[in-house]
T-cell receptor
Framework: GAGVSQTPSNKVTEKGKYVELRCDPI?????LYWYRQSLGQGPEFLIY????????DSGLPNDRFFAVRPEGSVSTLKIQRTERGDSAVYLC?????????????FGPGTRLTVL | DAKTTQPTSMDCAEGRAANLPCNHS???????VYWYRQIHSQGPQYIIH???NNETNEMASLIITEDRKSSTLILPHATLRDTAVYYC???????????FGKGTSLLVTP
């Protein structure tokens, strides 16, 4: 079956602009996660959705970052007033129910470059 | 989260077993050990997880010491396609916010 997909694969924007990154999880997965990966580092947790609600957004770095999942499937990560330090690969993952032994399946990521 | 320590890099000859160590001396009794890998320009891929017993699946084996302070991921017959960064994760108390660290960069050579 289809895996997690993310669009766009690459996004180049200018400092101060607004961007939206989209994630299509595996069909039927109730849990969805966003991570951010800077060059040479492992992925860092941003936010976790259970259904439509954000169960844990403690990893979002500041209030410029926001994510939604209005119908419990597709999610959008929104970044306002982008800064050069926001440049990274943004990874989305989904899992069946979100429990501690639930395997997370990752998408290929969106590479964001802020000039 | 329990902190994990892994070597920065390792080499392995194609066809040989790759043994990737991980130290997690502060792991708590209910924390699982997970292994994920990330091939260049792809998202992380789940490999295996375990609590205290050794585990095996079609990709790898996981050996956890009796005191649970360390573990070893074994790829029994490494191929060039196994070249990747391998992450050992001691499950966070939240159960979902995976703490990847920097991992081990495994290079499989012909």
């Amino acid at each position: 079956g289809a895996g997690v997909s993310q669009t766009p694969s690459n996004k180049v924007t200018e400092k101060g602009k607004y961007v939206e990154l989209r994630c299509d999880p595996i069909s039927g997965h109730t849990a969805l996660y966003w991570y951010r990966q800077s060059l040479g580092q492992g992925p860092e947790f941003l936010i976790y959705f259970q259904g439509t609600g954000a169960a844990d957004d403690s990893g979002l770095p500041n209030d410029r970052f926001f994510a939604v999942r209005p119908e419990g499937s597709v999610s959008t990560l929104k970044i306002q007033r982008t800064e050069r330090g926001d440049s990274a690969v943004y990874l989305c993952a989904s899992s069946f129910y979100g429990g501690s032994t639930d395997t997370q399946y990752f998408g290929p990521g969106t590479r964001l470059t802020v000039l | 989260d329990a902190k994990t320590t892994q070597p920065t890099s390792m080499d392995c000859a194609e066809g040989r077993a790759a043994n990737l160590p991980c130290n997690h001396s502060t792991i708590s009794g209910n924390e699982y050990v997970y292994w994920y890998r990330q091939i260049h320009s792809q998202g992380p891929q789940y490999i295996i997880h375990g609590l205290k017993n050794n585990e095996t699946n079609e990709m790898a084996s996981l050996i956890i010491t009796e005191d649970r302070k360390s573990s070893t991921l074994i790829l029994p017959h490494a191929t060039l396609r196994d070249t990747a960064v391998y992450y050992c994760i001691a499950d966070s108390n939240s159960g979902y916010a995976l703490n990847f660290g920097k991992g081990t960069s495994l290079l499989v050579t012909p």
